[in-house]
């Protein structure tokens, strides 16, 4: 089994940053592809971000040039860089990891982008 624990939301004023972590814990697992989704109230949940164990990166359009996927094998962790964050970025966020065989996912992350 595998765990993820998702950090690093909060509340942040329009036009600014926050960087949020996932980290992967327990049972030993070959990391086929890595996602950020994020759901606002009343709203689907939305594919943010791709990570592929290849190094490829994929992004929705609204969060393009603004978002950063990236990873640290070494920690097991992948990471969303959201820079010049808009109010409508405000969304519980989620990580979710494919193994091949299962996905896993966060417990959520909630980030709000308000002045």
């Known amino acids: 089994q595998v765990q993820l624990l998702e950090s690093g939301g909060g509340l942040v004023q329009p036009g600014g940053s926050l960087r949020l972590s996932c980290a992967a814990s327990?049972?030993?697992?070959?990391?086929?592809?890595m996602n950020w989704y994020r759901q606002a109230p009343g709203k689907e949940r939305e594919l943010v971000a791709t990570l592929t164990r290849g190094g490829n990166t994929n992004y929705a359009d609204s969060v393009k040039g603004r978002f950063t996927i990236s990873n640290d094998n070494a920690k097991n962790t992948v990471y969303l860089q959201m820079n010049s964050l808009k109010p409508e970025d405000t969304a519980i966020y989620y990580c979710?990891?494919?193994?091949?065989?299962?996905?896993?996912w966060g417990q959520g992350t909630q980030v709000t982008v308000s002045s």
């Open positions: 327990g049972s030993r697992f070959i990391i086929n592809f």
């Open positions: 979710r990891l494919n193994t091949y065989t299962n996905d896993y």
